[in-house]
């Protein structure tokens, strides 16, 4: 079983809907939680970052931590079609956030 | 765009021989990792730096070595080259401990050993 499991997907919607992405992972310690955006051929880019359980908001992007469930999801609001992309999770158990681990990544496509 | 310069940018090798990407950076960041990215894997990490000459292992780092001489770059290299290690290669960096989430990676080396 892996330590961080993603919905590769694709997942496909039309522009203007809400999108909801999620990450389930197995290790308790893990405390720091982060969301990657990665367009085709290119490096991933930090969209969210977040410490423990909670909310975090940026824009039309939302990130949620649920410990207690060991789930975290990220919801992208008034979806566009610049939003299509790969979006990876990743966490860390220590604040030397560069030993992530990474979800698989999900392939989102927002249609005009 | 965080200031990191990964070269080559794309190489096809032949299985046995070795091979050298380079992670340059013009941020003076300390930390320095070389991860692999495969399809139904996501990003593993292979070697980490904490300083010049402080390497470090990852998950993934049978068959790779890495050398840090100075601040500026990182040396990811692969002893004998095998099919199993054609990957895109990211380079990434981070100021260290308590700059939590900041890190960033470069454009990726897409490496084929065939």
């Known amino acids: 079983q892996k330590e961080v499991e993603q919905d590769p997907g694709p997942l496909s919607v039309p522009e203007g809907a809400i999108v909801s992405l999620n990450c389930t992972y197995s290790?308790?310690?893990?405390?720091?939680f982060m969301w990657y955006r990665q367009y085709s051929r290119k490096g991933p880019e930090l969209l969210m970052y977040t410490y423990s359980s909670g909310n975090k908001e940026d824009g039309r992007f939302t990130a949620q931590v649920d410990k207690s469930s060991k789930y975290i999801s990220l919801f992208i609001r008034d979806s566009q079609p610049s939003d299509s992309a790969t979006y990876l999770c990743?966490?860390?158990?220590?604040?030397?956030?560069?030993?992530?681990?990474f979800g698989q990544g999900t392939t989102l496509q927002v249609k005009p | 765009d965080a200031g990191i310069t990964q070269s080559p940018r794309h190489k096809v090798t032949e299985t046995g021989t070795p091979v050298t990407l380079r992670c340059h950076q013009t941020?003076?960041?300390?930390?320095m990792y070389w991860y692999r990215q495969d399809p139904g894997h996501g990003l593993r990490l292979i070697h980490y730096s904490y300083g010049v000459k402080d390497t470090d292992k990852g998950e993934v780092s049978d068959g790779y070595s890495v050398s840090r001489s100075k601040t500026e770059d990182f040396l990811l290299t692969l002893e004998s080259a095998t099919s199993s290690q054609t990957s895109v290669y990211f380079c990434?960096?981070?100021?260290?401990?308590?700059?939590?989430?900041?890190?960033?990676f470069g454009e990726g080396s897409w490496l084929t050993v065939v």
């Open positions: 290790n308790s310690a893990f405390q720091y």
């Open positions: 941020e003076n960041h300390r930390y």
């Open positions: 990743a966490m860390s158990l220590s604040s030397n956030t560069g030993k992530l681990i």
């Open positions: 990434a960096i981070s100021p260290g401990v308590g700059r939590e989430g900041t890190i960033y």
